[in-house]
């Protein structure tokens, strides 16, 4: 039995003179391992209780010392750690200049739209919103599409299932553009006209105002994405209504909005074109500003490049959402908001807008 101690005290002994940690927890589990009620020093005192008197008197001494020994080298190592840690903190320099904290920054798409929407808001638009979800009457129907008309295809609409897994026919789809807004907005404004009490102008008539809205928002096509062309994007369009709005409005409104956007020297071309909710029907462009109109490659040497499609509503939609079109006209405008950020910034590709690449976005204003 004496022999069994002695070896351990020993073996001890030599493990007491080589305790070494790096960190706190490291010191405390030395002591764990050594001094708590199941350590192996504590142990030993199980062992040294087993003995005869006679021998207790003989190793009593020697246990005693041993514990000491562990104790008073756990303490010192404890002691130099904590003055390790005082002298790393004082090492800090309390004075030098913070690490600058990364500003996130806006997104082209959201600057573009709101420069759209500051520059329409001074000539007395606000901002309407609506569903991404639609129906075909809101996005097509009451827009003077006709039932055959090629947007409704398949090609172009993503048609939404109302049970999960059975195509039946629906007319539930994702608007493929924000003239849904309008739709909703016109029908509001027609049951506000009933149930006005003045018979003046709506723009001087106290109750009532004329129908000047910009429908910003996403809008979906079933279209391969390429550097050219989305899935979805955005839009900013515009509508308004009153008594005697005529295309010269119209034309002054959005040659305003291209000098604001694009500079004072900009030059405006509507060209005659096709839209079903619109008669007659324009497309617009502005005079290239890269090459300030005498052409180059960006406009393909023409001078002017695209940037929206606009015309007076259709008497047909206003009809169909209430507005007598004998009384009422207006017109509307319709441009793509990556279009216009594209212009702005030339992003020669498209997908750049959805990608979320830190390196593209921090290119852009912070506010
Ligand atoms: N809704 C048309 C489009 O998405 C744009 C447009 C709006 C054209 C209003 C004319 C008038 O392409």
């Given at each position: 039995m004496s022999e069994l101690l002695k070896d351990k005290i020993e073996r001890l002994r030599a493990e007491a003179q080589n305790l070494h940690a790096n960190t706190a927890e490291e010191v405390e589990a030395l002591r764990q391992k050594y001094?708590?009620?199941?350590g192996d020093v504590s142990l030993l005192f199980e062992d040294f209780k087993a003995l005869a008197k006679e021998q207790k008197a003989q190793w009593g001494a020697s246990v005693n010392q041993l514990k000491q020994q562990f104790e008073s080298q756990i303490k010192q190592m404890r002691e130099d750690m904590e003055a390790k840690v005082q002298t790393i903190a004082y090492k800090e320099d309390l004075t030098r200049t913070p690490d600058s904290i990364g500003l996130g920054a806006r997104h082209p798409l959201s600057l573009v739209r709101e420069q759209i929407i500051n520059i329409f808001s001074r000539i007395g638009f606000t901002v309407a919103d609506g569903p991404e979800v639609e129906d075909d009457k809101h996005v097509f129907g009451m827009l003077n599409?006709?039932?055959?008309?090629?947007?409704?295809d398949m090609q172009d609409t993503f048609f939404v299932e109302k049970e999960e897994g059975v195509q039946k026919p629906t007319d539930i789809l994702l608007r493929t553009h924000t003239s849904s807004v309008q739709t909703h907005a016109m029908i509001q404004w027609a049951k506000q006209l009933q149930s006005a009490?003045?018979?003046?102008q709506p723009a001087t008539c106290e109750t009532f105002q004329p129908l000047r809205i910009l429908c910003p928002g996403r809008v979906f096509r079933n279209e391969a994405i390429s550097a050219r062309a989305h899935c979805f994007f955005h839009q900013v369009e515009g509508l308004y209504v009153d008594k005697n709005v005529s295309f010269a409005d119209l034309r002054q409104a959005l040659l305003y909005f291209a000098k604001e956007m694009f500079g004072p020297d900009t030059q405006i071309r509507l060209r005659p074109s096709y839209f079903p909710?619109?008669?007659?029907s324009a497309e617009m462009d502005i005079s290239c500003d890269l090459c300030g109109g005498k052409g180059c490659a960006f406009c393909k040497g023409t001078g002017w490049v695209e940037i929206l499609g606009c015309g007076m509503v259709d008497p047909n939609v206003l009809e169909s959402c209430g507005i007598d079109s004998k009384v009422y006209s207006g017109y509307a405008f319709g441009m793509g908001v990556e279009r216009i950020a594209n212009l702005k910034y030339?992003?020669?590709?498209?997908r750049l807008f959805s990608e979320n690449d830190v390196r593209f976005l921090e290119q852009f204003e912070s506010c």
């Open positions: 001094l708590s009620k199941k599409f006709a039932p055959e008309h090629p947007a409704r009490t003045c018979n003046l909710f619109t008669e007659p030339r992003v020669k590709d498209l």
